[in-house]
């Protein structure tokens, strides 16, 4: 608790400080490329018919997804409380990556927590994390997977508290984590605010995101909040469906619990223990989702929907074929929803999905999943 | 109810700190603890600690951890648990903390959990991921019900988290030794002393000492300025060792007797 306080203290001094702000923007444009474009998707439109689709290409920003953002942001927190070894979790293996970057560009010390089974699906962004010089902790406990590494990363945080900043890289966690990650994160939703009024002079009718923990969907959702007549649609993992219990739906699937130190919907079983989640894609593989969104979906501001492998694969080569453009498997969940809602929408609406990351990453696992070897 | 408080109360009379071992339940299975329970008590625990085990134990190191990942393969449940400890209380009335976190008990129901522990026949709750800022509703059910919610500080607790602690906490405060996880550790760090005096300044509550403490000697160590010893992974090792239900309640029962006769040896003025 006490580690939490005085991060919450640091947080809150450091929200107010221009200087933090202005480090933070400069960081973001110089280094992480943004503004990131957004992107209106003129043959996606087209082939689907129906509402005029813009893509927020956070595929674009250096590292190949939103989750620099948010590691920025935890970096120079870090610096400033004195700390001088960055500790995370990673599902995928982006957070991870993000994390390890910007220790290099800072010159702090870095170890990243990844379940054993990530690290066997993700070994391209190990070998990532590894060059760039961070350490890379296996582990072992549980079910192999993200919520063990951040198990794992906890544990790590609460014994070194003292010299280590343990950077969470979604909106989940004990309080400020999810307040942080979500200001952090802000600046996706508060880009395409602006610059959807500078393209189609009004604000647009649906958002879509992928949600996993829930850091890219809340960042775009956030600014648009109190517009009430902006829809937001999260998409979760359904990965094999819904009604097989192997997926990572944990609004559609879960129930109210305590994990990880918030109260969020929750994928357990009937005796409160956590349960096991699939899907293809590594980074939506957690039983939790970010608390924040849990209270809007409860308030009926955020609809939920999901999609599945299969839905996601097809999502990846549909937007490949028809834009060029190759998304991660988390982003295609968003993109295979998109696909059954914009159709359904006029010509005249406007829908802005949230590209969270690029592809490369995937190749091998999508491969494996069309029976392809590389 | 308030059989911890009286407890503490003899044992002070007497110059003695308390002996509370930790047992995981279920691990292997509820039948084998049942005995481990009792060769436990026989070995002169003053108190125990039933372990509830949690998929995602975050303030437990590897041994704790794998102990959990045993009980929970074998079908565990928190009915069972009380049935556990109902079956326990036919021959025994060593005071029982229930140790554990919070998801399991929020699932099952605040009020539930804690009119079935009392019902049981369970004195106390430890719940390990709760900080005493979140804890009103579950003290409202624990008040209510009879049973103490015991706290956790550490030594990164300043003086207004012992002043609150102090302040809510029922039972005893569980002082946890060491910024980090359970396990045995080798050496305890020289400081405790001064941190627990400091907290005894603070409260009238007794002040038990937690987390790495695996032999007789740090045992008595302990009972020389702390109000109780706890030892876990120390015994949940031995235990794991182990091989079959005799084998296992009589490594427990000799290790709890060993860690005992040290302590006794220690009289405390205060």
Known sequence: ?374 | MGSIKKKFAELKRRGEAALIPFVTAGDPNLATTLKILQAVEKGGADCIELGIPFSDPTADGPTIQRSSERALRNGLSVPRIFQLVRSFRRTSEVPIVLFGYFNPIFHYGLENFCRGAARAGADGILCVDLPPEESAELKRWTDAKGLDLIFLLSPTSGPDRVRLVAGRGRGFIYYVSVTGVTGARQALDNRLRSQVTRIRQATSLPVGVGFGISTPKQAAWIAGFADAAVVGSALVERIEKAKGRAAKARRAGAFVADLKRAMKQVIKKS
């Not at chain 1, 010089?133 to 919520?147: F, P, W």
Request: with cysteine.
């Open chain 1, 1 to 374: 608790m006490p580690a939490l306080t005085e991060l919450d203290r640091a947080y809150t001094q450091a929200r107010r400080d221009p200087r933090f702000r202005k480090e933070f923007q400069l960081s973001l444009r110089q280094y992480a490329g943004r503004a990131t474009p957004l992107y209106f998707a003129e043959r996606l439109t087209e082939k689907l018919g129906g509402a005029k689709i813009y893509l927020k290409r956070e595929d674009l920003c250096h590292t190949g997804a939103h989750k620099i953002n948010n590691t920025l942001g935890q970096i120079l927190l870090a610096l400033r409380m004195g700390k001088k070894r960055i500790i995370a979790e990673t599902g995928a293996g982006q957070h991870g990556v993000a994390t390890a970057t910007v220790a290099a560009r800072f010159g702090l010390e870095c170890e990243i927590f990844m379940g054993k089974e990530d690290v066997a699906r993700q070994s391209l962004n190990v070998f990532r994390m590894k060059l760039l010089g961070a350490k890379v902790r296996v582990v072992e406990a549980g079910s192999q997977t993200l919520k063990d590494a951040m198990n794992e990363a906890l544990r790590d945080w609460v014994t070194y508290v003292r010299n280590t900043y343990y950077l969470i890289g979604s909106v989940a966690g004990p309080h400020p984590y999810p307040m942080m990650v979500r200001d952090f994160q802000s600046v996706i939703g508060e880009e395409a605010r602006k610059q959807i009024l500078r393209l189609e002079g009004r604000l647009p009718d649906h958002l879509v995101a992928c949600v996993g923990g829930g850091s890219n969907s809340i960042g775009l959702f956030y600014p648009f909040v109190r517009d009430s007549k902006v829809k937001m649609l999260g998409v979760e993992a359904a990965g094999r469906g819904l009604r097989t219990g192997r997926h990572a739906a944990s609004i559609l699937g879960g129930e109210i619990g305590v994990l990880h130190g918030s109260k969020s919907y929750v994928l357990q079983d009937e005796r409160g223990q956590i349960r096991e989640t699939h899907s293809i894609a590594a980074g939506l593989d957690y039983p939790g989702v970010g608390p924040e969104l849990s209270y809007l979906r409860d308030r009926g501001r955020v609809e939920f929907a999901s999609a599945t492998d299969r839905e996601a694969i097809e999502a990846i080569k549909f937007l490949a074929e028809v834009e060029g453009i190759i998304p991660a498997l988390e982003s295609a969940h968003a993109i295979a929803a998109v696909m059954r809602l914009a159709p359904r929408l006029g010509k005249h609406q406007i829908v802005i999905v949230g590209l969270s990351g690029r592809g490369d990453k995937d190749m091998t696992t999508v491969g494996d999943y069309l029976g392809v070897t590389l």
